[in-house]
């Protein structure tokens, strides 16, 4: 049963400080989708272009648009679960559960293109270099989704639990 009475729930809880971080990246996130918007807005009201380079940066001001509102509510669905606001915590499973899946399908996708890409380029000259700074910048790049992955799982986890639930206040 929830209990608006906020004393009676500890001050510190972890599950709160990775919905503070998520918040922090999503808007984060929000704000460099909005300022690169913004510079492709600009590019195409100021130049002449073909009409498949108008469509490459109306499609590029496509996606940031959705990036940029995706981003947007996440933030606001952090703040509201950070609040204890009854109606994010189901709102935050899903949103969370998509983001970590997104992750994981990112990962595999980037695996499998630097496969593919590591592949051709053992065949090319004097490219053992080049091959070595990309894997530390592929396995870099998986290490993060994993922990990302596994950060947000667990808050799919935690925020599922009845002693979290309790902590959230109903609607009204």
Do not use: K
């Amino acid at each position: 049963m929830a209990n608006d009475n906020a004393a009676t729930y500890p001050r510190f809880a972890l599950w709160r400080l990775g919905l503070w971080v998520i918040l922090l990246l999503a808007a984060f996130g929000a704000m460099q989708y909005g300022v690169h918007g913004q510079r492709v807005w600009s590019v195409l009201g100021s130049t002449t272009l073909d009409a498949e380079g108008r469509a490459a940066l109306h499609a590029m001001l496509g996606w940031d648009a959705a990036y940029f509102i995706a981003a947007a509510a996440l933030v606001v669905f952090c703040a509201a679960g950070i609040l204890r606001q009854g109606w994010a915590r189901p709102v935050l499973r899903v949103a969370l559960a998509l983001l970590a899946l997104g992750l994981l399908l990112s990962g595999v996708l980037l695996y499998r293109h630097w496969l593919d890409w590591s592949g051709q380029a053992h065949g090319m000259a004097d490219a053992a270099a080049l091959v070595a700074q990309e894997a530390r910048s592929v396995h870099l790049s998986l290490a993060f989704d994993v922990v990302g992955i596994v950060v947000l799982s667990w808050l799919v986890w935690r925020l599922g639990q009845p002693a979290v639930r309790a902590q959230f206040r109903r609607r009204r």
